[in-house]
């Protein structure tokens, strides 16, 4: 079965600090690997995603996650964070055979303080 | 684009009561999904649809809880009779069917609480 692990649940960081997420997946199958924010009473949106080529992915809001094949994690990272940063953030996993269906891990709520 | 757009944004119902949850995907996009929110359980997919057609149900909790895709652009999720423990968010996503990569969108979300 696959499955995804956040492994920490909070994540609280001083404004302009670096900030690291970790995210790793269980599959016996190929993956994509996705990043997603969730900015309070708001739904999700794509911070990045993972699906071919350079292991390391750039995406929004100066966020990037590099793809680690062999220890099979996919962690998140800022160099330096703002207060609007701010959020849950979640990582994914979806199967090349499953049609579409996205599994989510339990999500890493991110605090920055001033 | 308008995004999808789900109904009502919050709703408050007494236990017992049916509840019908509404979700108009973004034009265009052939999947669509039925999340829940909960702090206890995180975010569980109880649906999808591919082109209208239920793909996977599996993560529907039981038999109170059934969704309909009746045409591209309406899909309803309902909760009869509606229990305590249903109070969640309920988000609706949708996606590209064919070559879909992953790529999500999320509805605001319903705030469900039952009474």
């Known amino acids: 079965a696959q499955s995804v692990t956040q492994l920490d649940s909070q994540v609280p960081v001083f404004e302009e600090a670096p900030v690291e997420l970790r995210c790793n997946y269980s599959?016996?199958?190929?993956?994509?690997l996705f990043w997603y924010v969730q900015y309070p009473n708001q739904g999700l949106q794509l911070l990045l995603k993972?699906?071919?080529?350079?292991?390391l992915v750039k995406g929004i809001n100066g966020f990037e996650a590099e793809f680690n094949k062999s220890q099979t994690s996919f962690h998140l990272r800022k160099p330096s964070v703002h207060i609007s940063d701010t959020a849950e953030y979640f990582c994914?996993?979806?199967?090349?055979?499953?049609?579409?269906?996205?599994?989510f891990g339990q999500g890493t709520e991110l605090s920055v303080k001033p | 684009d308008a995004g999808v757009i789900q109904s009502p944004r919050h709703e408050v119902t007494e236990m017992g009561q049916e509840v019908t949850l509404r979700c108009k995907p973004i034009?265009?996009?052939?999947?669509l999904f039925w999340y829940r929110q909960t702090m206890m359980r995180g975010l569980e997919l109880l649906i999808y649809?591919?082109?209208?057609?239920?793909?996977?149900d599996s993560g529907m909790p039981e038999d109170r809880f059934s969704a309909k895709m009746p045409n591209a652009s309406f899909s309803t999720l309902k909760i009869q009779p509606s229990e305590p423990r249903d109070s969640a968010v309920y988000f609706c996503?949708?996606?590209?069917?064919?070559?879909?990569?992953?790529?999500?969108?999320f509805g605001e979300g319903s705030r469900l609480t039952v009474l």
């Open positions: 996503a949708s996606s590209l069917g064919k070559g879909n990569t992953g790529e999500l969108f």
């Open positions: 599959s016996s199958v190929s993956v994509y």
């Open positions: 993972y699906l071919s080529g350079s292991t």
């Open positions: 994914a996993v979806l199967l090349y055979n499953q049609g579409g269906k996205l599994i």
């Open positions: 034009s265009g996009h052939n999947s």
């Open positions: 649809f591919n082109n209208n057609v239920p793909i996977d």
